[in-house]
């Protein structure tokens, strides 16, 4: 009679189970089903796709391989550009699928580069967390087997997924955090840690940051508060202003105010903020932040200003987030002197940077999962309900900031 263990080895040899853990026991094991329910986007003829789709489940094909049971995958606004395609081409776009959880959109050439060919299929979810069930033949792989993990692969909002070791956005989640605190420990946390790493290197001693009563805007208040970096927050509603000072923010200006402006200047003033994230990209706030810069500078530096050309220190915005549709506006009192308004992507900073920085990041954010960098979930949504009503789910994710939505693609934890 072959042994547990011997039984075991061999279903693991053969790829035809999944570990189920409870407590690091093994409680039973069951067979990886041949496909699974996955979102995707498909170019079919001139048309782009959205829906679920029943497509083969992920397997091992390198020793460093590792496939995952996903459990819980959040909606970042980095994701809008692929759920439902409705925040880049338009509600005007959507035309009724065929099936209850299908839309179908006109097939932008944008996008012709990543579906070459009728038929293409791509994934959609840029992370997630869940366990791993099938994994490569490699030593360390095989030790992840039932351990709970975290990847950022584009591809979590499926019932399965696929990374490897080699894959710079993975991390075993500690012990005590569940999937659903574990799932969100990339995209924010990274971002957070990006922001201020830059302000550091580019010389900038205090930052401004936009759409702050978001998940991520809370999440730097905490961590510039933990560092000692003033912070001013920007946010539209007064609602906001009470989150933000509930947590410690000092300086919160509300730009729905008419005296927006003037304390907008009044607390770049007192941090001597020069540097800026923005998660709007449109608009007039850009311009708004660099003229109180420029005014700020002039003020506290008058002998370290150009008559004709501006402040001699630098003044930066980034851009990394578009919520605000409208064209950006800047007007000639901005001036020509020393300042830039930029692009700014999160893995192109770790890309930048380098494996050291990004590998201490992701063990920082890791580590304050349940702390700085804890996440507040509100709906649970199925990954049909991902895929049906797409202008109603998106109108609501581009105004809710309390809560993030999170996609249960196994169904409730």
Known sequence: INSPVAILAQALAQGEFVLRSREGHIVEMTDIPATMKAVVNKRQGDKLVYGVAEIPTPTVSDEKDLVIKVEAAPINPSDLGSVGMLARFGADSIAAGEAASTVTVPFPQALAGMFKADGDTKPVGNEGAGVVVAAGSAPEAQALLGKRVAVAVGSS??????????????????????????????????????????????????????????QLGRMLVKQCKEEGIPLVNIVRKEEGVEVLKAIGAEFVVNSSLPSFKEDLLAAVKATGATIAFDATGGGTLAMDILTAFDTSLRQLYPDQVHPAYGPAMVRTVYKYGGLDKRNSEFLPSVGVGNWSWAGWLMPFHFAKYGEEHRAASIKQAAAGLKTIFSTSFGTNLSLEDLAKSPEEYLATLQSQTDKKFVVLPNGPM
């Open 157 to 214: 909002y499926a019932q399965y997924t696929k990374t490897s070791l080699n894959n710079p956005m993975f991390a075993v989640l500690p012990d005590d955090v569940s999937a659903l605190e574990g799932a969100s420990v990339f995209v924010n946390p990274l971002t957070v840690l990006g922001f201020i790493h830059t302000t550091k290197q580019e010389g900038h001693k205090a930052i401004v940051h936009t759409a702050a009563a978001s």
